[in-house]
Each structure stands twice: as C-alpha cells, then as structure tokens.
T-cell receptor, first 114, second 109 residues
Framework: EAQVTQNPRYLITVTGKKLTVTCSQN?????MSWYRQDPGLGLRQIYYSMNVEVTDKGDVPEGYKVSRKEKRNFPLILESPSPNQTSLYFC?????????????FGPGTRLTVL | SQQGEEDPQALSIQEGENATMNCSYKTSINNLQWYRQNSGRGLVHLILIRSNEREKHSGRLRVTLDTSKKSSSLLITASRAADTASYFC?????????FGAGTQVVVTP
C-alpha cells in the first residue's frame, strides 16, 4: 500500500532531550516535507527536500534539523527540544516538487515537550 | 511569506445543504490546492487548480480560482455527515506549500 509512515505517533519528552521523528515513503517520491500544526495557525512548513541531499528551510525551521540521505526517508531531528515545540507534526511527500502534484501526508506525530 | 486566509473559520450546515468556503491570498502563486483533515489526522488532498485554470470539479466538489482577485472557493454540494472535517487551502509558490488556518465544517444529520 502506498503510504507515508511516521514514528513515533505519540511522544512525551523533556526539555533538552534530543529526539528524532522518522518519516518514510514507499512511493519513490522526490519531494518530502515536514509541517507542524498548532491550533489557529494551520500547518506551517518546517523544512522540505526536493531530492536526495537537497534540503531547504520552510517558514519555521528554528530548532529543527533534517537530513535526506535516502530518497525514502526524511527524519526530523530536535537537538534540544523546548516546550514551544509541543505540536502535531506531519510529514508529507509528492512525486516531484509541489508545483503540479498533490502531497501525501503521514498520520501525524503528537509531540509534547515538558 | 504568505498564507491563505480561509473564510469562514467555522461552518455548520445540515445534510443535503451546500457548503462554501473561501480562500484569499496576497501574492502570485503557481497553483492552489485544497485539503481535508478529519479530527487531528493526516491531510487528504482534494483538488489542485493551476494558476491558469478558473474552475475544476471532482465529484461533489467544485473549486474556482480568480487570480485577479487572488481568491479561491471550495463548494461541497449535497453535503453528508461524512464531510464533517477541517478544510484547508494551500498555496504553492514554487517549492513551498503554505496552508491557511482552515475552515471547520460540521454537517449534522
């Protein structure tokens, strides 16, 4: 089944403890992206990647890192999480850049930073 | 950076009625997309309309785009309880996809 998977789905952690949220897609998509969703703010793009080894900042990249070493994986890294990073995170992918393609979203990761 | 602004923020209708929501934006776009989200789940793509298109249909969905007014509308006809969800417009500016805050639609039987 074509899908985007994220792990973990739920995570409670403490300030400063490094964490990684994994994202994987099995559709051979070139474009992958991370978003965070907060009440009243919609989805905001954190980072995106047009292809392997190519990443760019979205609108809210501070406090996050990403890497794209393989086409299928696009992990999101929080080196030193803070409470203001408590949010619902979505990974998404599309065949090419978003210009002419729909994005497929993962199920989301609900992160709480205490 | 720009974001789409949806209007209204919330909409409550009865089954069988039509639901219309609007999205306005400020600068030029490559295309505009509409997504649906059911209660905290992942978003599902509904329709993509390109900047040189004016109207698109998909089943009970109709999307219009007016680039001169920088606005788009999503019409859901003959709504069903299963249409209860949040609807987001997303502006594609050549690599960045920027979402509005969404319209919450509740369809009551």
């Amino acid at each position: 089944e074509a899908q985007v998977t994220q792990n973990p789905r739920y995570l409670i952690t403490v300030t400063g403890k490094k964490l990684t949220v994994t994202c994987s897609q099995n559709m051979n998509h070139e474009y992958m992206s991370w978003y965070r969703q907060d009440p009243g703010l919609g989805l905001r793009q954190i980072y995106y990647s047009m292809n392997v080894e190519v990443t760019d900042k979205g609108d809210v990249p501070e406090g996050y890192k990403v890497s794209r070493k393989e086409k299928r994986n696009f992990p999101l890294i929080l080196e030193s999480p803070s409470p203001n990073q408590t949010s619902l995170y979505f990974c998404a992918s599309s065949l090419l850049g978003t210009g002419y393609n729909e994005q497929f979203f993962g199920p989301g990761t609900r992160l709480t930073v205490l | 950076s720009q974001q789409g602004e949806e209007d209204p923020q919330a909409l409550s209708i009865q089954e069988g009625e039509n639901a219309t929501m609007n999205c306005s934006y400020k600068t030029s776009i490559n295309n505009l997309q509409w997504y649906r989200q059911n209660s905290g789940r992942g978003l599902v793509h509904l329709i993509l309309i390109r900047s040189n298109e004016r109207e698109k249909h998909s089943g009970r969905l109709r999307v219009t785009l007016d680039t001169s007014k920088k606005s788009s509308s999503l019409l859901i006809t003959a709504s069903r309880a299963a249409d209860t969800a949040s609807y987001f417009c997303a502006l594609d500016s050549w690599g960045k996809l920027q979402f509005g805050a969404g319209t919450q639609v509740v369809v009551t039987p």
